[in-house]
């Protein structure tokens, strides 16, 4: 089973529509990205159709794709793994269906960062780190200290999430933390592909 490590890239177009989310996930490896998940909230139809057309980079690249939240859509499309948080199908639940792929969760707290590897979870994503615009205003701000925490306490990888940037990334690497995942940092940058590759290096 693949393990998540390094730059953690998000295929998420909200910010960016002028990219689609394949066009997106394309550029990432362009930039060396060996880990992509594609998220997509509440649309199955497109999210299977940029499932089909990333999976299909797999003859080009060697990555981890990983499908945010529809289990079924990442058992169709052959991908790694699926990610999912509080609202979502459990991990247990995902581990009985579907036991080759990797299980992610979203963790808020140190408490549910603990929980989540206990019942199975591959990697934890503990966000968000820093004031990020992608969960928007409201939602909790952890810091690296916490995130320190977290490393220490769990014994699978921690991705950590959430505001990180070229100015506080080494901050965050730091602490231990086997994986960094962006969004915005990458997708609203002037070259992608470059940045990525930015990123990259720093692992």
């Known amino acids: 089973m693949r393990k998540i490590q390094g730059l953690y890239t998000i295929a998420d177009n909200t910010f ?8 997106l996930a394309e ?3 362009k ?11 509440q649309n199955r139809e497109g999210m299977l159709k940029a499932a089909q057309q990333i ?7 060697d990555f981890t794709f990983i499908i945010n939240d529809w289990l ?4 169709q499309v052959g991908a790694d793994g699926v990610h999912v948080g509080a609202t979502d199908m459990s991990v247990e639940a995902i581990k009985a269906m579907a036991p080759q792929l990797l299980v992610g969760y979203s963790a808020h707290s140190l408490p549910e960062a603990v929980a989540a590897a206990e019942k199975g979870a591959d990697y934890v994503a503990f966000g968000g780190i ?9 939602h909790p701000v952890q810091g690296v200290d916490k995130l320190r925490d977290v490393v220490q306490a769990v014994r699978v990888s921690v991705v950590a999430i959430g505001g990180i940037t070229r100015h506080n ?10 994986s960094v995942a962006m969004i915005t940092a990458l997708t609203q940058s002037a070259n992608i592909t470059e ?3 930015w990123f990259q290096r720093r692992f």
């Open 130 to 138: 820093f004031p990020t615009k992608t969960k928007g205003p409201g």
């Open 55 to 61: 999976a299909s980079f797999k003859d080009r690249y």
């Open 31 to 41: 930039g060396g990205a060996r880990i992509v998940q594609l998220r997509m909230k």
């Open 72 to 75: 079924e859509v990442a058992v």
């Open 16 to 23: 960016s529509p002028q990219w689609s989310p394949a066009a």
């Open 169 to 178: 990334i080494d901050a965050v690497i730091q602490t231990g933390v086997a």
């Open 27 to 29: 550029q990432f490896l």
């Open 195 to 197: 940045e990525t590759q």
